[in-house]
């Protein structure tokens, strides 16, 4: 175990969620590698929906923070082993059709260095919540 690298890539989620909860595009994408697949949890293939390519992961980010202005993940916990993360966090949102989305969910990560290569979420599947 290098735990100098361990310590930078915990750095690096702490960094990418504070981002995500800013909706800070820039500073989010600093956090991955030119070349980073996102499988999203939603879609229509056993991976989700494959995003590829830093352009398009940024605009599925953005697409993700106009739907829902509110949305954020607040971090249960990080860890690090090797080459593969884990973030383990709470989806809160307003959906866009309104309700509350409040949702257990998990990132896996795979590093190139001290940049993220790919993040793939699962989340808890949950109807849609009628706001209080």
Known sequence: MNTTNDQVRLSLLDSLFKAFNRHDADAVMACFDPSIIFDAAVGPDAVGRRIAGAEAVRAAFVATWTAMPDVQW???????????????????????????????????????????ISKSAFRKERPIQPVQ
């Open 74 to 116: 607040l971090v249960r916990r990080h860890t690090v082993f090797g080459d593969r993360g884990i973030t383990e966090w709470l989806f809160t949102a307003t959906a866009p059709q309104g309700g509350r989305i409040d949702v257990e969910g998990v990132d896996l990560f795979d590093f190139t260095g001290a940049l993220i």
